[in-house]
């Protein structure tokens, strides 16, 4: 099992910055990559940003490249969500996850194993 805590979710203009925590426990030897995803109100689950665990591959949703970026922290299990320039459509709720060892594509919903419960971003025009 791993569990995942978001942070920093919050309300900022348009044009403002954001920047989102995801802490992660357990089982984190287990971890091949962790991903940002977002879902704002009847919309399905939509794929923002992700990073192997490695760190030698970073994967972006064409609506944020440019805006948003994703790091590891020191303390190594941990990842940011750097978001910058953002807009109304930005707005939902940001989830963490994370893809087990041998599972699959880091950009699909259906690869990833543990979810965090999420943090409501809201951007106001």
């Known amino acids: 099992q791993v569990q995942l805590v978001e942070s920093g979710g919050g309300l900022v203009q348009a044009g403002g910055s954001l920047r989102l925590s995801c802490a992660a426990s357990?089982?984190?030897?287990?971890?091949?990559?962790m991903g940002w995803f977002r879902q704002a109100p009847g919309k399905e689950r939509e794929f923002v940003l992700a990073?192997?665990?490695?760190?030698?591959?970073?994967y972006y949703a064409d609506s944020v490249k440019g805006r948003f970026t994703m790091s590891r922290g020191n303390a190594k299990n941990t990842v940011y969500l750097q978001m910058n320039n953002l807009k109304p459509e930005d707005t939902a709720v940001y989830h963490c996850?994370?893809?087990?060892?041998?599972?699959?594509?880091?950009?699909?919903?259906?690869?990833?194993?543990?979810w965090g419960q999420g943090t409501q971003v809201t951007v106001s025009s």
């Open positions: 357990g089982r984190t030897f287990s971890i091949y990559a």
């Open positions: 996850a994370v893809v087990r060892l041998g599972a699959g594509d880091p950009t699909k919903v259906e690869s990833y194993d543990y």
């Open positions: 990073i192997k665990w490695s760190g030698d591959s970073t």
